[in-house]
């Protein structure tokens, strides 16, 4: 496609339960990434993928989260036992390459998390 | 550890005038910089980066930083602010020093207002 996309654009959700984003990147870029918006604030890195696999997972917030990206493409964030705290917009990124390069990344418009 | 500082919350300025939004960022080696801009409700679309070579860079839109070193600066400016550049503004610093991990580290952001 021509730019990020992520399904479902808004998500409501109760607390405590389980939910899933999803995020197809640009066409070609093998690096994918996982940022995190609250109100008022800056995104907050969560993880990169290069390929198929997690390369840095350190922006993940605890093991109630996780994201996959199985065939190199086309990746899922997964949040279990979801709490209040994690209303935000979830943001993916992609670019051509990944690693230390200086390649823009691009964002899709996010998906609105809102835990009730 | 990388940082960035956008030490302004809100910019005002009047059409026709010109703008600067403010930006200094912290690394160990050498940075990569990027300018987003974020309107309402939607994902952040990509302005302009700073990889190597002049420091003055332009973008989309008219915009244009420059990479000041010394001062650890990436302002970004503007000769003539249009009402429809009423935004919120985000600058962000990868580090260049492999040791420094995957992530693009964004400031809080800078909400600019133009008037009519």
């Known amino acids: 496609g021509a730019g990020v996309s992520q399904t479902p654009s808004n998500k409501v959700t109760e607390k405590g339960k389980y939910v899933e984003l999803r995020c197809d990147p640009i066409s070609g870029h093998t690096a994918l990434y996982w940022y995190r918006q609250s109100l008022g604030q800056g995104p907050e890195f969560l993880i990169y993928f290069q390929g198929t696999g997690a390369a840095d997972d350190s922006g993940l917030p605890n093991d109630r989260f996780f994201a996959v990206r199985p065939e190199g493409s086309v990746s899922t964030l997964k949040i279990q036992r979801t709490e209040r705290g994690d209303s935000a917009v979830y943001l993916c990124?992609?670019?051509?390459?990944?690693?230390?390069?200086?390649?823009?990344?691009?964002f899709g418009e996010g998906s609105w998390l809102t835990v009730v | 550890a990388q940082s960035v500082a956008q030490p302004e919350d809100q910019v005002n300025v009047a059409e026709g005038n010109p703008l600067t939004v403010k930006c200094t960022y912290s690394?160990?080696?050498?940075?990569?910089l990027f300018w987003y801009v974020q309107y309402p409700n939607r994902g952040l679309q990509f302005l302009l980066k700073?990889?190597?070579?002049?420091?003055l860079v332009k973008g989309s839109y008219g915009f244009e930083a420059e990479f000041n070193k010394s001062q650890t600066s990436f302002h970004l400016k503007k000769p003539s602010a249009l009402v429809s550049d009423s935004a919120l503004y985000f600058c962000?610093?990868?580090?260049?020093?492999?040791?420094?991990?995957?992530?693009?580290?964004f400031g809080k952001g800078t909400s600019l207002l133009v008037t009519p």
């Open positions: 962000a610093v990868r580090d260049m020093d492999s040791n420094s991990g995957y992530a693009l580290n």
């Open positions: 700073y990889i190597t070579g002049d420091n």
């Open positions: 690394v160990s080696g050498n940075p990569y």
């Open positions: 990124a992609s670019s051509l390459n990944g690693g230390y390069s200086g390649n823009t990344i691009y």
